[in-house]
């Protein structure tokens, strides 16, 4: 059984400016050094390691942009909650949590004890990992599901062999939380 999703961000977690306050670039923190996609509610919550992703501008919003296939255990609890969360850890931590969180599913273990962090919530609700460096919190604007048809490089099929095409989640950033010290 998964421990329940009880402990509330410590004062060490501040709001930042995502504008001015995210560490080095956005391309490489996503795709380098991993991020944790997390969503929840209700006590309940997943979370799974993403090195696709992307952050932007869309409708006058800062946004962030998940990807995650239909075949993930986080999958169930991006669709039914109006939050996701992006959380990256320092080069301390990132081995060892993301060798748990993307290599095993929260179907059948507790992910956060194996990897020996704590999930916390943010006062609106998002998740976070107490030991964490920075999250980004997301209220889900839009999703989609990729159509093969519209593949314009025969390369992005190939990393579908099969079919389980990304569903992507397009997230107004409405906070982003960045530790103390
Ligand atoms: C480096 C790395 C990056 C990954 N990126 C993604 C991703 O962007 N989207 C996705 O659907 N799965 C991705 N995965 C796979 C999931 O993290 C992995 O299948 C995980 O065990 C799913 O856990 P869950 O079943 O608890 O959701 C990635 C895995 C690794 C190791």
Redesign the pocket.
């Known amino acids: 059984m998964k421990q329940k999703l009880t402990v509330s961000a410590s004062p060490r977690w501040r709001e930042a400016r995502i504008e001015m306050d995210f560490e080095g670039g956005i391309i490489s923190r996503i795709s380098k050094d991993?991020a944790l996609i997390a969503a929840g509610n209700g006590g309940d919550y997943?979370a799974?390691?993403?090195?696709?992703?992307a952050l932007g501008y869309l409708w006058e919003k800062p946004i962030a942009i998940?990807?995650?296939?239909p075949q993930?255990?986080?999958?169930s609890f991006t669709d039914t909650n109006a939050l996701f969360s992006l959380t990256f850890f320092g080069r301390d931590l990132r081995a060892k949590t993301?060798k748990v969180?993307?290599?095993?599913?929260?179907?059948d273990t507790d992910?956060a004890q194996k990897a020996g962090i704590t999930p916390i919530v943010f006062e609106e609700g998002a998740i976070g990992f107490e030991e964490a460096i920075e999250t980004i919190v997301c209220r889900k604007i839009y999703f989609d599901d990729f159509n093969s048809a519209n593949f314009l490089d025969p390369a992005i099929e190939k990393l579908y062999p099969q079919n389980d095409y990304?569903r992507f989640y397009i997230g107004e950033i409405v906070k982003f939380y960045k530790k103390r010290g």
Do not use: D
């Open positions: 991993w997943n799974m390691t993403a090195s696709w992703g998940c990807f995650v296939r993930r255990f986080t999958r993301h969180f993307g290599g095993e599913s929260g179907r992910k990304h």
